[in-house]
């Protein structure tokens, strides 16, 4: 395997949970299939034990397996923003699949168009293989800072941008606190947080693959539906309030000082 610093990094939370390893070492597969880009691949494991890694996914010296105790999604992949070696960062889970010129895409409008984010399509996998475009309320093109969530003016809407769509500056992502501490919802905080505070790209190519599965979200849990609509008020209001104070501070800046041409 020959030794490249990695371009990304790939941040990838897991429980290790036997029914979903055929789908992490599909995901490995389509990492490996990746063309045009060096990239490594944080495991992060949500109180799963390092020994259950798959054996092709251990031994690929790109991989990095962080061990930790059971925290939830969220803290595990803010924590493993921390081991990154990549200047750019994205975020995949366990079940899903990367096309295959998924990084280099994202690496190539990011390091040219000044956009402090980029975001590609999601796909729906389907089961029979085929997949078909997720819809999005966001426009392909530039979007201002805080433009992203104001597509949304309703809990009940679809997210404008799923968070395995961008892509950013390692330090950006750790800057804004990464997907804050929720148990559910937290890929909507780390939308809101990144896309509130700067302009970006939403570009027309497929980025991800989002995995249908035969009875709905495997992660959904019984209160679901309760913390969902919760997650999406608190984060519309975030958005408005990233919003607020960046037009607060632009107000108050004060001009600057012109010293007089009088003799």
């Known amino acids: 395997m020959p030794s490249t610093t990695p371009q990304a990094a790939v941040i990838t939370p897991t429980r290790l949970l036997p029914e979903r390893l055929p789908y992490l070492i599909a995901l490995h ?32 010296p790109r991989v990095k397996v962080l061990a930790l105790p059971k925290c939830g999604a969220a803290m595990t992949r803010n924590l ?36 402090a984010w980029v975001a590609g399509q999601i796909h729906n996998l389907r089961i029979d293989g085929t997949s078909e475009l ?11 800072p805080g433009a992203v969530w104001t597509f949304v003016d309703s809990p009940q809407q679809p997210v404008p941008l799923g968070h395995t769509a961008l892509m950013v500056e390692t330090d950006y992502a750790v800057e804004v606190g990464g997907h804050g501490g929720f148990i559910q919802g937290e890929d909507y905080v780390y939308t809101a947080s990144i ?29 679901y539906d309760v913390l969902e ?3 999406r008020l608190f984060v519309m209001r975030q958005n408005a309030a990233i919003m607020r ?19």
């Open 134 to 144: 997720r819809p999005s309320p966001v426009p392909m093109g530039w979007h201002e």
């Open 80 to 115: 493993a923003l921390g081991v990154v070696e990549a200047p750019k960062v994205i975020f995949c889970d366990d079940d899903d699949v990367l096309p295959s010129t998924s990084i280099s895409t994202r690496l190539r409008y990011l390091e040219t168009s000044g956009a």
């Open 229 to 231: 609509e919760r997650v």
């Open 245 to 263: 104070r960046a037009a607060q501070k632009q107000h108050d800046r004060p001009l600057p000082h012109v010293a007089s041409s009088a003799a």
């Open 29 to 60: 597969e389509s990492l490996v299939r990746q063309t045009g880009s060096a990239w490594q691949w944080i495991l992060s494991l949500d109180g799963g034990d390092p020994r259950d890694v798959p054996e092709q996914i251990a031994q690929d």
């Open 195 to 223: 896309t509130a505070r700067a302009a970006g790209l939403v570009v027309p190519d497929v980025v991800y693959l989002y995995r249908d599965h035969a009875n709905g979200q495997m992660t959904k849990g019984e209160s």
